[in-house]
């Protein structure tokens, strides 16, 4: 299998599943890859782990969850799978450079990490990805 296919089903698996659990054993084992391979294979073809794509996704979702609802921060940090608003804040701070609460306030949601997707491009051979919208987490 080439390498786009296992980025393609990799993005794929972790966007229909982003509100679970994720690690590397049950995307592996879901997918049937090695998660040696799986992981050289993403990180290559993405330009980031796949941790850090998870926790991009999830901490971009979060800033839309801040600005379009009326949500708890701490409901919300849950949500995103942290175990404290603490560590919830510092790892959003780190990405947005701002907290949860002046992030909410500002009101306008701008994403940092959007899913991958993969482009056919008709001006050259093969495909390019792209990460819409921001950093690679």
């Known amino acids: 299998m080439n390498d786009e296919k296992v980025l393609e089903k990799v993005v794929?698996?972790?966007?229909?599943?982003?509100e679970e659990d994720l690690s590397l054993d049950k995307i592996a084992g879901a997918l049937h890859y090695s998660k040696f391979y799986m992981a050289r294979t993403f990180a290559e073809q993405a330009g980031c782990t796949i941790y850090k794509y998870i926790q991009g996704r999830r901490l971009t979702m979060a800033a839309m969850k801040l600005v379009e609802t009326q949500k708890p921060i701490i409901d919300i940090a849950y949500e995103a799978h942290y175990n404290s608003q603490q560590a919830f804040t510092l790892a959003f701070s780190r990405l947005y450079q701002c907290t949860p609460q002046a992030y909410r306030k500002k009101g306008v949601f701008y994403p940092k990490q959007t899913k991958i997707t993969l482009c056919a491009q008709q001006y050259c051979?093969?495909?390019?990805?792209?990460?819409?919208?921001?950093?690679a987490a």
């Open 12 to 18: 794929c698996y972790i966007d229909e599943h982003i």
């Open 125 to 135: 051979s093969g495909a390019a990805y792209r990460m819409g919208g921001g950093m």
